[in-house]
């Protein structure tokens, strides 16, 4: 796959891949806060909420994920882990969410407009 993108399908998918990998820590993070919260998707969604996840980030999550990635994204070979520390009165827990990627794409796959876009069969 990396070879078959031209330099703007890779900055596309650059793009895709570092937003992603930012709010899968948000999404994991706030879920695990035990605060309900209700937010309205969006049809059309603008560069803050990516995945028609329209949740406000909190900039410590960010920041600390930023300063994990250390300026590199997620690629294959390099994974991104997130664990959280849960405490109970028994017991510590770390559950642990990963994120990788695969070096193969379907075939026809394609980048557009910053979306990965793969044909599924009908």
Known sequence: MET???????????????????KTVQVIVQARLGEKICTRSSSS???SDWFNLAIKDIP?????????????LPAVGRSMCVEISLKTSEVRLWPGWCLHLELKAPPLSRIHFSVL????PL
Do not use: M, Y
């Not at 078959?4 to 930012?22: C, E, G, V, Y």
């Not at 876009?117 to 599924?120: S, T, V």
């Open 45 to 47: 969604p603008t560069g």
């Open 117 to 120: 876009f793969l044909p599924f």
């Open 60 to 72: 410590e999550v960010t920041h600390e994920a930023k300063k994990a990635l250390a300026g590199q």
């Open 4 to 22: 078959d993108l031209n330099s703007q399908d890779r900055k596309d998918l650059d793009k895709f891949i570092k937003f992603f990998a930012l």
